[in-house]
């Protein structure tokens, strides 16, 4: 790896997109115009992104990268906004799950780029199964052999191709054996878990707050593994909240991701696409 393609790592972030919108250029933005493009001058802000995007795709394919890809084509292309959600970087356990999509079940995407090592992967997937019945790797061909050994046959493989393109190597298979009330009930906001109590026929208890969850917990380890992880699941897919229409229309292929994630509002979505049409005046 190049240590100096480290910079581009903040090319596609909220913050990078943040200070742009407000400020109409930003230092980080620049210096990889500058590093990574050739006649730029008068080019829209669009079209350098886009040309950014397209360096990662040969040189450097970074968790972004791998993540954009996942959501472009599994969300938007094989399913639909209105049925299916993701959620990014969520704490499973001792982890964070880097993609998960909820769509009736949740399945886990857990990446590892040509630029991860894998050392921890195995202790990952055994805390996403103490929530979710489904997990993947998603990695690139470098590292396909060494998967294959060492991971849970449960485990789902998908490779992202030279070409860029996600291919199955092997499908996930569901494993239910290793569900826990506990991590699912962390998961939970307290709004949550308070709605799947009172759902299942509880009352909340009345005391301090400073037992209260623990209270919480013992009546959900009182209810069925399989009913808790159906409503966990349930309230997941509630927490996406997006502009469909403004999110198909305005948003590059380039920022899906990205726009996805940070939960814009319909005005972000103008404020992004009056920025991306600004020429590049610098160099």
């Not at 590292?143 to 070409?163: A, P, Q, R």
């Not at 509630?238 to 726009?259: A, D, G, H, Q």
Request: hydrophobic content about 35%; some cysteine.
């Amino acid at each position: 790896m190049d240590s100096n393609n480290l910079i581009v790592n903040r090319i596609f972030t909220r913050s990078m997109l943040n200070n742009l919108i407000i400020n109409g250029n930003n230092e980080t933005l620049s210096y990889c115009v500058k590093r990574y493009l050739k006649d730029t001058k008068g080019k829209s802000y669009r079209t350098l992104f886009s040309e950014i995007y397209a360096y990662m795709s040969n040189e450097y394919r970074n968790e972004y990268f791998y993540k954009n890809t996942l959501l472009n084509e599994l969300i938007l292309q094989k399913h639909c906004l209105n049925t299916t959600i993701a959620l990014s970087e969520l704490p499973v356990n001792k982890s964070k799950a880097d993609f998960v999509m909820i769509n009736g079940k949740g399945i886990v995407y857990e990446i590892k780029t040509e630029l991860d090592n894998i050392e921890r992967l195995n202790n990952q997937i055994e805390d996403y199964y103490r929530a979710f019945s489904y997990v993947n790797v998603v990695t690139c061909m470098n590292h396909l052999d060494k998967i294959k050994k060492s991971i849970d046959e449960n485990v789902g493989i998908i490779i992202l191709t030279e070409n860029n393109k996600l291919e199955t190597v092997k499908e996930a298979k569901e494993k239910r054996d290793n569900l826990s009330h506990k991590t699912i009930f962390k998961i939970l906001r307290k709004a949550e878990f308070e709605s799947i109590i009172l759902e299942a026929g509880y009352d909340l208890p009345n005391m301090s707050e400073f037992i209260y969850y623990t209270e919480c917990l013992k009546i959900i380890e009182c209810l069925d593994i399989n009913y808790v992880q159906k409503e966990m699941i349930k309230r997941l897919k509630n927490r996406c909240i997006i502009e469909i229409e403004e999110f198909k229309n305005t948003v590059p292929y380039e920022f899906k991701s990205l726009v996805y994630f940070s939960s814009f509002r319909k005005k972000e979505y103008l404020a992004l696409e009056k920025v991306l049409s600004y020429k590049y005046r610098g160099v």
